[in-house]
């Protein structure tokens, strides 16, 4: 059979179904400007829109010997050009949401590294505080501080009196607001191991 003469969707969808290239190309013809105009008034998106309208008539195309259309093939067009731009909207969807995801990730952990580079380096300058007192303030309160003793179970293991614990303790805090100041002496307490 001869698809030349045939101009109306019923006979053309049966040479489709047959694999008559000319009856695809005279439906391509038929429908793809409605097509695409269709795609693009939703997308706005010209590039996009042949794109999709290009898909459809590929799907037709590999799916012609399976093609059960029991409406009007025009309204069957619509509808998959409709669920096709659907689809490609619910995709771009997902993409923005993964790169918006993608993005928080990359700003948390970005700040997170940045917190601990200057924990570290906080820790640092405690340190070299700390070192520069006598062994027994050092040793005192980091038993407080890093070990969690209570004032008394710091005076048992050192054999100290629990005043002079406490005495200890003030001098190194002392020490250590007057080298930190008053704002970076509220950073020690709050992220610093031995506060």
Not at 9 to 34: C, I, P, W
Not at 151 to 159: D, R, W
């Amino acid at each position: 059979m001869h698809s030349v003469n045939i101009t109306d969707d019923v006979g053309l969808l049966s040479l489709l179904q047959n694999g008559d290239h000319t009856a695809f190309e005279r439906l391509y013809t038929m429908y793809h400007k409605v097509l695409y105009l269709h795609a693009y008034s939703i997308l706005r998106d010209r590039e996009v829109a042949k794109d999709i309208v290009q898909d459809l008539f590929v799907t037709i195309w590999d799916r012609r010997e399976t093609l059960e259309i029991k409406s009007k093939f025009s309204h069957y067009l619509n509808v998959s050009i409709r669920n096709k731009v659907l689809d490609y909207i619910a995709r771009e969807k997902s993409k923005d949401r993964y790169l918006a995801s993608l993005g928080n990730y990359i700003e948390t952990h970005h700040s997170l590294t940045d917190h601990k580079v200057r924990e570290k380096m906080l820790q640092e300058q405690i340190d070299s505080v700390l070192n520069t007192l006598s062994p027994r303030l050092r040793e005192v309160f980091e038993l407080s501080r890093v070990h969690y003793l209570t004032h008394k179970e710091i005076s048992e293991k050192l054999n100290l009196s629990e005043q002079s614990v406490r005495s200890y303790i003030k001098s190194v805090l002392r020490v250590l607001r007057a080298k930190f100041g008053v704002l970076p002496w509220v950073l020690l307490v709050l992220y610093c191991k031995y506060f």
